[in-house]
């Protein structure tokens, strides 16, 4: 794994991960990725909250026994999305994030989110956590519901040595659990509610037996279940706060027929010299022929992409269109203008 940092690449970390299919490579980068919600630049440090404590225990057990919530796996399912939620925060070089020991009183159970918090409660609370704004998880409900249905499924059957498999009537279980989550990011200095959303996971689970007792045993336990889509809804509301490593991946030209520069050239991407291969391939161009061009320009490009120059990848990308007429240099022109302002835009949101 090669990660590089530099002006040029700005927040761009890459790894090369050269893989060779029929008629090209193909190189793996992690790029940092611009988050859907531009915080503003001041904030640094967020404290997140646990802000769904019912406002009356008792009403809300029997809320929860009439949902076939038990008390342990609604807290269980809470504290698995605030953990993912600050993990994947903590992932992206965004943030400092710290987890308050505060439970506030908030919307457990609920359908729409609860009042805002006073502005004296948001000021109190980053205070205290010597934060810049506090996140707040303020209503929260999940279910879980097994459907079945008969059907042939198969059996391994086995004889001695020999094991061979047949088809039986039985039983599939699956196993549906959603959850509802919602998180407001509270700003004490503009006193405003940077963003409210409210995120819905669901995920599914099967199994198959012979009888329906068999198959609910197999079948993933409820209280994983609403954990596991509890993970998902708070690993998915950092991705839209928080600027987030992605992999992308770009194919390249690993031969020509007609000119032995390509795969000279792609032996050193190989093995991750990209500065010596873009030299190889810009040497070979003087006595190119179009076919060859092209893929020496466009293998060019992605040589750049790789090394974080984005202006100078869609430069060759646009030479190895209107120089050599290869289609796919024009299409990866379009791709890489996609590219900068999305670096452009992270830049913005990385900036102090």
Same mark, same amino acid.
């Given at each position: 794994?090669?990660?590089?940092?530099?002006?040029?690449?700005?927040?761009?970390?890459?790894?090369?991960?050269?893989?060779?299919?029929?008629?090209?490579?193909?190189?793996?980068?992690?790029?940092?990725?611009?988050?859907?919600?531009?915080?503003?630049?001041?904030?640094?440090?967020?404290?997140?909250?646990?802000?769904?404590?019912?406002?009356?225990?008792?009403?809300?057990?029997?809320?929860?026994?009439? /949902?076939?919530?038990?008390?342990?796996?609604?807290?269980?399912?809470?504290?698995?999305?605030?953990?993912?939620?600050? $993990?994947?925060?903590?992932?992206?070089?965004?943030?400092?994030?710290?987890?308050?020991?505060?439970?506030?009183?908030?919307?457990?159970?609920?359908?729409?989110?609860?009042?805002?918090?006073?502005?004296?409660?948001?000021?109190?609370?980053?205070?205290?956590?010597?934060?810049?704004?506090?996140?707040?998880?303020?209503?929260?409900?999940?279910?879980?519901?097994?459907?079945?249905?008969?059907?042939?499924?198969?059996?391994?059957?086995?004889?001695?040595? /020999?094991?061979?498999?047949?088809?039986?009537?039985?039983?599939?279980?699956?196993?549906?659990?959603?959850?509802?989550?919602?998180?407001?990011?509270?700003?004490?200095?503009?006193?405003?509610?940077?963003? $409210?959303?409210?995120?819905?996971?669901?995920? /599914?689970?099967?199994?198959?037996?012979? /009888?329906?007792?068999?198959?609910?045993?197999?079948?993933?336990?409820?209280?994983?279940?609403?954990?596991?889509?509890?993970?998902?809804?708070?690993?998915?509301?950092?991705?839209?706060?928080?600027?987030?490593?992605?992999?992308?991946?770009?194919?390249?030209?690993?031969?020509?027929?007609?000119?032995?520069?390509?795969?000279?050239?792609?032996?050193?991407?190989?093995?991750?010299?990209?500065?010596?291969?873009?030299?190889?391939?810009?040497?070979?161009?003087?006595?190119?022929?179009?076919?060859?061009?092209?893929?020496?320009?466009?293998?060019?490009?992605?040589?750049?992409?790789?090394?974080?120059?984005?202006?100078?990848?869609?430069?060759?990308?646009?030479?190895?269109?209107?120089?050599?007429?290869?289609?796919?240099?024009?299409?990866?022109?379009?791709?890489?203008?996609?590219?900068?302002?999305?670096?452009?835009?992270?830049?913005?949101?990385?900036?102090?």
């Amino acid at each position: 794994m090669i990660k590089r940092f530099s002006k040029a690449t700005s927040w761009c970390a890459l790894f090369l991960l050269p893989l060779l299919f029929a008629c090209s490579k193909s190189v793996t980068m992690t790029r940092l990725m611009p988050a859907p919600v531009s915080v503003p630049n001041e904030i640094q440090k967020i404290v997140i909250v646990d802000r769904t404590k019912p406002q009356n225990e008792t009403i809300s057990i029997i809320e929860g026994m009439m /949902t076939g919530e038990l008390p342990f796996e609604v807290k269980n399912s809470i504290q698995a999305t605030l953990s993912s939620l600050q $993990q994947n925060l903590n992932t992206s070089p965004r943030f400092e994030i710290i987890r308050a020991n505060d439970r506030l009183t908030g919307g457990l159970f609920g359908q729409e989110f609860p009042d805002p918090l006073s502005w004296r409660t948001v000021g109190q609370l980053c205070q205290k956590y010597q934060a810049d704004a506090v996140l707040t998880l303020e209503m929260f409900s999940s279910d879980f519901i097994v459907t079945d249905k008969q059907q042939m499924i198969k059996k391994v059957i086995t004889e001695g040595k /020999t094991r061979r498999t047949i088809e039986v009537m039985g039983y599939r279980l699956e196993g549906i659990a959603s959850v509802s989550a919602g998180f407001r990011l509270y700003d004490p200095q503009t006193r405003s509610i940077i963003d $409210q959303q409210r995120f819905e996971k669901t995920n /599914t689970w099967s199994a198959e037996a012979e /009888t329906k007792t068999q198959a609910m045993a197999l079948l993933i336990a409820k209280a994983d279940a609403t954990r596991i889509v509890g993970e998902m809804a708070g690993a998915g509301y950092a991705s839209k706060i928080a600027p987030m490593y992605r992999n992308i991946s770009r194919q390249f030209y690993p031969k020509s027929k007609t000119h032995p520069a390509v795969a000279q050239g792609a032996r050193f991407a190989d093995v991750g010299k990209w500065d010596e291969a873009i030299e190889v391939w810009e040497d070979a161009l003087y006595n190119a022929d179009d076919k060859s061009g092209g893929m020496l320009c466009y293998d060019i490009a992605v040589a750049y992409e790789v090394l974080g120059i984005l202006e100078l990848a869609k430069e060759w990308a646009g030479r190895a269109y209107t120089d050599y007429g290869l289609k796919k240099g024009r299409d990866y022109v379009r791709t890489l203008n996609y590219e900068i302002s999305r670096e452009e835009l992270v830049n913005q949101q990385m900036s102090q």
